[in-house]
């Protein structure tokens, strides 16, 4: 339903402008790759602050990632103004969404290739389209449409459904069995393994964690 990749590419110059301060010891580019994990997938700071990344950085990547999938929410259940949605309900979506992805396990192993390191980072993923489909089927049988004179009172009680059978959909999400996986290069930069091509990196992690195309 609602796709990482589209509200986290606008916001990467920041990562990619970067400066980490000094670390006792440099850790290894897999366990750098799965702190970016935590950090776009799960909006987790802590491990990343503890990398070397500025709190207020950290913090202000989640704030975005968070305040574009309000937007993205707004946008869906409004249907781009059409009817008007509680503000409540649109966070308590955010919520179930955010709360589904940390049930996601990553897992990460490098490899030495002259100057630099093959990071191969594997994880599950969850199918929300299948959910979003789900959560609107249910609706549409729940909510009869013969029932209504009145189309945004019939749209607005067709989204309050819909939106219950999605929250519940994203509570009762369980993780693929099968990880997806890809191959990153990461460089050495200001003295840690850091990605080559942020953009590419934090992409394909967003494509990560929804199910395969099933046309390739």
């Known amino acids: 339903m609602f796709h990482k990749k589209k509200y986290i590419l606008s916001f990467l110059f920041i990562l990619g402008l970067l400066f ?6 440099s850790p290894s580019a897999s366990s750098i790759a799965l702190n970016y994990y935590d950090l776009i997938i799960k909006q ?11 709190a207020e950085t950290a913090e ?11 937007t993205q929410i707004s ?14 309900k649109i966070l308590q979506v955010q919520e179930a969404y955010l709360a589904s992805l940390q049930k996601l ?4 192993s490098d490899q030495k290739e002259g100057d630099h390191y093959l990071v191969t980072l594997s994880t599950s993923y969850i199918d929300y389209a299948a959910i979003d489909e ?25 989204t309050d459904a819909y939106i219950s059978y999605l929250i519940a959909g994203y509570q009762n999400a ?6 997806n996986e890809s191959t990153f ?32």
């Open 105 to 108: 396990q990553a897992t990460a």
């Open 44 to 54: 987790n700071t802590s491990d990343i602050i503890s990398l070397g990344m500025p």
């Open 174 to 179: 369980t993780p693929s069995q099968t990880f």
């Open 134 to 158: 789900q959560a609107t089927s249910a609706a549409l049988k729940e909510v009869d449409i013969s029932q209504f004179t009145d189309e945004v009172l019939y749209l607005t009680t067709l």
């Open 75 to 88: 946008e869906k259940l409004c249907m781009n103004g059409r009817i008007t949605i509680d503000q409540h």
């Open 20 to 25: 980490f301060t000094a670390c006792q010891k």
């Open 185 to 216: 290069i990461f460089t050495s930069q200001n003295g840690l393994w850091l990605p080559s091509d942020y953009d590419a990196f934090v992409a394909e992690l967003c494509n990560l964690v929804s199910p395969p195309d099933k046309a390739s």
């Open 60 to 70: 202000a990547i989640t704030s975005h990632i968070k305040e574009n999938l309000q």
